[in-house]
């Protein structure tokens, strides 16, 4: 038993949780962020000896970010970093597809001042992003108004796969923003999904919310299919 697995065994289980919870974050941000990169090895030892912990959290760490769909365990190679594919593209935007239209629907029964007013709010914030070409603020203001409308249903399960679901396409997305007319397409799909909302019309908002969706479906596919996947061996 090596030194390191022997600090595991006796560490007391709230400072070994607190030890994943690095680990998870770490390794999380390093595949969001592509410092890790698709199609990459990492070992549980690799990570635990750059963090200065021990291997046990960090393999509990792992198993979890493979069940949210991050990492593939690979027999005697140590953890893989998954790719993309587009039929996982498709698998990820037929779910977002049910779910955020569903939720868009529902929204649109919300009587709460504030929770709308916040609506208005992040739709402006978009607006000024797109006048000023600012592709980090349209991104801020995309993300809040999506959660304004979520906030206006509040259902945690569908918030939860939807998160999921976008951190796994997320390091597609500053890419796939600064295509040529991207935000500004963006705010045209936006302002009717928002104003069947505030008018109380979920059926426009659930129909604007799926042409929505399946626009940024279309795109994603097409810039993979003519820019991206021609380049790579297995997928992004």
């Excluded at 199609?39 to 912990?53: F, H």
């Amino acid at each position: 038993m090596d030194e390191k697995t022997l600090v595991a065994d006796t560490q007391p289980a709230e400072a070994t949780g607190t030890c994943q919870q690095q680990a998870y974050d770490f390794v999380k941000s390093r595949i969001l962020n592509r410092d890790f990169k698709p199609g990459q090895y990492i070992t549980d030892n690799q990570v635990a000896e750059e963090l200065s912990i021990s291997r046990t959290p960090v393999r509990e760490a792992l198993r979890i970010l493979e069940h949210e769909g991050f990492l593939i365990s690979q027999a005697r190679q140590g953890w893989k970093v998954y790719t993309l594919s587009l039929e996982d593209i498709h698998g990820i935007f037929d779910i977002k597809l049910a779910v955020e239209s569903m939720v868009a629907g529902k929204a649109a029964e919300c009587k709460d001042e504030e929770k709308r007013a916040n609506l208005k709010n992040a739709l402006g914030k978009m607006r000024q992003a797109v006048s000023a070409t600012d592709y980090e603020a349209w991104r801020q203001a995309d993300t809040e108004l999506h959660y304004a409308i979520f906030a206006m249903y509040p259902n945690d399960r569908a918030l939860r796969i939807v998160e999921n679901l976008n951190e796994q396409w997320y390091r597609l997305r500053i890419g796939f923003v600064a295509l040529k007319g991207r935000m500004e397409r963006s705010l045209h799909e936006h302002v009717p999904i928002v104003e069947s909302i505030l008018a109380g019309d979920g059926d426009e908002a659930e129909r604007h919310m799926r042409a929505h969706i399946n626009n940024v479906q279309e795109e994603l596919v097409q810039l993979l299919i003519n820019v991206v996947l021609p380049f790579v061996q297995e997928g992004v």
